[in-house]
C-alpha cells in the first residue's frame, strides 16, 4: 500500500507507549487501533510491522539511531518504516537530513556492527543460551528470532484431509504448503485473512505453530482415552488432541481463565468435536482436580512460561522479562506439573511442555520433578515421535528451534508413571 506522512507520526505515538514495557505489545497495540477505527487493515499492517520491527531489533536500531537526526523515538519509527515499507516509500515525508541518514544507514553492512548489538538480546538470555550453543548457532538463532513467524494452520482431520485443505486455499488463491514435520500442518505464504473463507468457517482448519502440534503428536492419544489438557488457555492443542482421538473418549480442558476457555467455545462448534470438556477450575489445586486422580491415560501440562520461544511473534517478550520472573515462574511449573501427576493412572503419561528456550523452566523443571517423584521415568522424545512415524531427529527431550525447525521455540518431556 502507498505510505501516507500521517503514519509516521502514528507509528511514533505507538512505539513510545510500547517502549515503555508496561504490558504486552500485542495488547497495546489492540488498544490503539481502538483508537483509532479510521485506519484501514493496510495501514494497521504496516504500524504494527513498523513497531514490531524496532522490538525484535532494538538494540541494533538503537546503535545506528545514535548518529542521525531528529529525536531518538523518529529515529527508531524511521528504521522500524524502512524495514516494512521501504525507504523509497519513505523519502516524501522526511527532511534532507533524514534522507541522508537513512541512505547511510541502508549502505551499513549489518555484519560491520558489533556481534553483541547484531544478536538483539539482553545479556541474561545471551548468557544462558551461550552455555547451550556455540557462538556461530547462537547467531542463527538471534537472526531468526529477528524475523516475524510464518502463519501455520493445522488441518482438522475430522472434518478434511491436508491435501483438501491445500485445495480449498488455493482456490481462494492463497499459496501454501504441507509443513516438513507435523502430520497435519500447512505452511501459508504472507499473512491472507482467513477467518472469512468457508474451510475456515466449516472447521476444515484451525492456525496452530507447527512447534504445537508436534507437542499433541507426542502426547500420542489414542482413541477411547481419558486425557487432560491442564492448561488449555484458548483451546488450540485441544483440538488438536480430540482430532488425533477421532472425537472418542473423553478429554478434559482445564483453566483458570474463565476468558480464555470462552474463547475455545466457537472453535470447539467449528471442530466437529464432541468428546471435549471445558472445566474451569481455581488452582492447580481444585477439588475438580482430585475427583479424577488416577483416572486418566494422558496429561498434557503446556505450563505457563517465559513465553521466550515465541519471540518471533512476541519480540517485547525478551525486554519485558528478567532472571527475577524466571526465578517466580519455575516454583509455579514444578507446583502444576506435581499436581497434574496425581491425574495420571499407572502405565498412564504425563507431558511437560512450555514455549520457552532456557533450561531452568524446562529440563531443570523436569529433572527436579524426576527426583521427588521416583514412580515417573522419562521416555525418550525420539521413540514416542518414531512411533507416530514423524521423522524428526531428538534426543530424550523434545527441543525445538525457530533457526533449526522453522517453528517457535518448543520444550517437552514425556513422563510415565510406572509405580
Given at each position: ?172 488463491g492463497i499459496e501454501a504448503g504441507a509443513t516438513p514435520f507435523a502430520p497435519f ?235
Amino acid at each position: 500500500m502507498k505510505l501516507h506522512g500521517f503514519l509516521i507520526g502514528q507509528t511514533e505515538t505507538l512505539l513510545a507507549e510500547v517502549l515503555k514495557f508496561t504490558g504486552p505489545a500485542d495488547a497495546a497495540t489492540s488498544r490503539f487501533f481502538r483508537a483509532h477505527p479510521k485506519l484501514g487493515h493496510g495501514e494497521r499492517g504496516v504500524i504494527a510491522e513498523a513497531v514490531f520491527a524496532v522490538l525484535r531489533r532494538r538494540m541494533e536500531f538503537a546503535h545506528l539511531a545514535e548518529g542521525g537526526t531528529g529525536s531518538p523515538a523518529r529515529r527508531l519509527t524511521l528504521l522500524g518504516l524502512m524495514q516494512t515499507a521501504g525507504r523509497t516509500a519513505l523519502k516524501p515525508f522526511m527532511s534532507d537530513a533524514e534522507n541522508a541518514w537513512l541512505e547511510h544507514v541502508a549502505k551499513i553492512d549489518p555484519q560491520s556492527l558489533p556481534l553483541r548489538t547484531r544478536l538483539n538480546l539482553p545479556d541474561w538470555i545471551y548468557q544462558a543460551l551461550s552455555k547451550r550453543f556455540e557462538a556461530e548457532e547462537l547467531a542463527h538463532l538471534a537472526a531468526s528470532l529477528n524475523y516475524p513467524a510464518p502463519l501455520d494452520l493445522r488441518a482438522n482431520p475430522i472434518k478434511a484431509s491436508r491435501d483438501e485443505v491445500l485445495s480449498a486455499l488455493s482456490r481462494a488463491g492463497i499459496e501454501a504448503g504441507a509443513t516438513p514435520f507435523a502430520p497435519f500442518g500447512i505452511r501459508v505464504v504472507g499473512k491472507p485473512p482467513l477467518t472469512k473463507l468457508d474451510a475456515f468457517q466449516d472447521g476444515w482448519l484451525e492456525v496452530q505453530d507447527e512447534g504445537s502440534q508436534l507437542l499433541c503428536s507426542l502426547v500420542a492419544p489414542k482413541r477411547g482415552e481419558m486425557i487432560v489438557d491442564f492448561c488449555a488457555g484458548a483451546g488450540g492443542k485441544t483440538l488438536a488432541l480430540g482430532a488425533m482421538m477421532r472425537s472418542t473418549g473423553r478429554l478434559y480442558a482445564f483453566d483458570i481463565s474463565d476468558r480464555r476457555l470462552a474463547k475455545l467455545k466457537p472453535r470447539l462448534a467449528r471442530s466437529g468435536l464432541s468428546n471435549v470438556n471445558p472445566v474451569l477450575i481455581d488452582s492447580e489445586h481444585d477439588a475438580k482436580i482430585k475427583r479424577l486422580a488416577g483416572k486418566i491415560d494422558r496429561v498434557l501440562v503446556d505450563a505457563p512460561c517465559s513465553g521466550l520461544g515465541t519471540l518471533r511473534r512476541n519480540p517485547d517478550l525478551k525486554w519485558r522479562q528478567s532472571p527475577e520472573s524466571i526465578a517466580e515462574l519455575t516454583p509455579k511449573q514444578l507446583s502444576i506439573l506435581t499436581s497434574a501427576a496425581r491425574l495420571v493412572k499407572k502405565g498412564g503419561r504425563l507431558v511437560y511442555a512450555t514455549c520457552s528456550i532456557l533450561d531452568a523452566e524446562n529440563e531443570g523443571v523436569v529433572q527436579q520433578f524426576l527426583a521427588d517423584h521416583p514412580e515417573f521415568a522419562l521416555v525418550p522424545a525420539r521413540d514416542v515421535l518414531a512411533e507416530q512415524r514423524i521423522e524428526l531427529e531428538m534426543g530424550d527431550y523434545l527441543s525445538l528451534w525457530p533457526h533449526r525447525h522453522a517453528t517457535d521455540g518448543f520444550f517437552a518431556a514425556v513422563l510415565e508413571r510406572r509405580g
